[in-house]
């Protein structure tokens, strides 16, 4: 599985920081010496080596943090997130502004079409009604909880997982997107439409995508990948 949560991780982390800031201290020391130090301690080679010693420490450090697991799940949460909401605003935005109300404008002949309906209900039109303050009031309670829960599942996730903050990331994006729209309107714009012949599925926008894909790609990582990678860490072991 993909959690953690002991404390000599958290020593760990709190250890590597201290002393980045102590080495980060002695860089800037080395650099200060290099720039103001009299000429008598200093030559234009000493300088440049100098120089040459602040320049290849910083180079590491940086690398170091990139490296490091917690940064690269950070990064792959928070870019994904920003990213997928981004696009959903934007788009759910120019449909609001360019498509009329119900409005259907064919993409793909017998597939698919840009549309413009209100959804009242949860991803996919699911429980949609009459809009009402309780039913508003409901469903953002629902989005908040899990937006809490999937945080929580954020913190506890491994390092050195990409797919994982991935997931994550893409569902957490969708459900703030749609949380906003709730907010704002008290209903969540949907504008694709995916239909063969007469068949017509719910019409969903980028956010419910992206949540959609985000909790395939986490069954994907817990179902088969991190198996996977247990069964691989069995053999080396008893090799």
Not at 28 to 43: D, E, N
Request: glycine share 10%.
């Amino acid at each position: 599985m993909f959690f953690l949560g002991d404390n000599d991780t958290q020593k760990g982390r709190l250890a590597s920081s201290r002393q980045f800031r102590t080495e980060g201290l002695g860089v800037f020391g080395l650099i200060v010496f290099s720039r103001v130090a009299p000429k008598t301690l200093r030559s234009d080679r000493l300088r440049g080596e100098l120089c040459a010693i602040s320049r290849g420490i910083l180079s590491e450090k940086v690398g170091d943090m990139w490296r490091k697991k917690p940064a690269r799940k950070h990064w792959t949460f928070w870019i994904t997130m920003a990213f997928v909401l981004a696009c959903d605003q934007v788009t759910k935005a120019m449909v609001e502004r360019f498509i009329p109300l119900y409005e259907s404008i064919p993409v793909i002949g017998g597939l698919f079409n840009i549309i413009h309906v209100k959804n009242t209900g949860v991803a996919f039109g699911l429980f949609a009604g009459d809009i009402s303050p309780f039913r508003t009031v409901f469903f953002i309670g629902i989005t908040i909880v899990a937006l809490i829960v999937i945080f929580l599942i954020f913190r506890r996730i491994k390092g050195d997982r990409f797919l994982v903050p991935l997931s994550l990331g893409m569902i957490m994006a969708g459900a703030v997107g749609n949380l906003v729209d709730r907010i704002r309107w008290g209903y969540v714009v949907d504008f694709l439409d995916v239909y063969w012949h007469d068949f017509h599925w719910p019409a969903f926008n980028v956010a419910d995508s992206a949540i959609t894909v985000g909790v395939l790609l986490l069954l994907i990582e817990n179902l088969f990948l991190s198996r996977e990678k247990d069964g691989s860490g069995e053999v080396t072991r008893s090799a």
